[in-house]
């Protein structure tokens, strides 16, 4: 590979802008994949809240903001596809990297705009959850214990 000097963007694989698009999407689904699963996951499996109220907010707030913000993603890639599809018997349709990344942080600013009431909205309440428990003579017995959910 061979490095051109007229070249300025710090990392060579991405200096299209549909790359650029490309890194943001996985971005968007990384934060999805490590913040919020896991804790979705636990809540599933035990059907309780253990993780408090700030984390309540939070992993709430980062799911909303990263689908929203991959949604919005491939969004603009397909319209970034479409033009550079119509527009190129006219004039070539050529984006700018520094035209995407712009798009791009106005599509995050939006992204978190719109799931900002969430931080307010989000609670943990208590409810009585029942648990089953075996006695010594194998007849089982629900009781009522307060439980997050």
């Known amino acids: ?26 971005v968007a689904d990384l934060l999805v994949t490590l913040f919020c699963m896991p804790v979705q996951i636990a809540k599933s499996v035990t059907l309780l809240w253990y993780f408090g109220e700030v984390m309540c907010k939070t992993v709430n707030f980062l799911q909303g903001v990263a689908v929203a913000s991959s949604v919005f993603t491939i969004t603009a890639m397909s319209v970034d596809r479409y033009l550079a599809i119509t527009q190129s018997l006219r004039q070539p349709w050529i984006p700018s990297r520094r035209g995407a990344c712009g ?33 010594k003579n194998e007849s089982v017995r629900i009781t009522g214990i307060n439980n997050l959910i």
Not at 3 to 26: A, E, H, Q, W, Y
Not at 110 to 128: G, K
């Open 1 to 26: 590979m061979e490095l051109r000097k007229d070249m300025k963007f710090p990392l060579p694989g991405l200096n299209r802008v549909t790359n650029i698009f490309l890194v943001n999407l996985s």
């Open 103 to 135: 798009l791009l942080v106005g599509l995050w600013l939006v992204a978190f705009a719109i799931f900002a009431p969430l931080l307010a909205v989000a609670t943990v309440e208590r409810e009585r959850v029942p648990s089953l428990f075996k006695t």
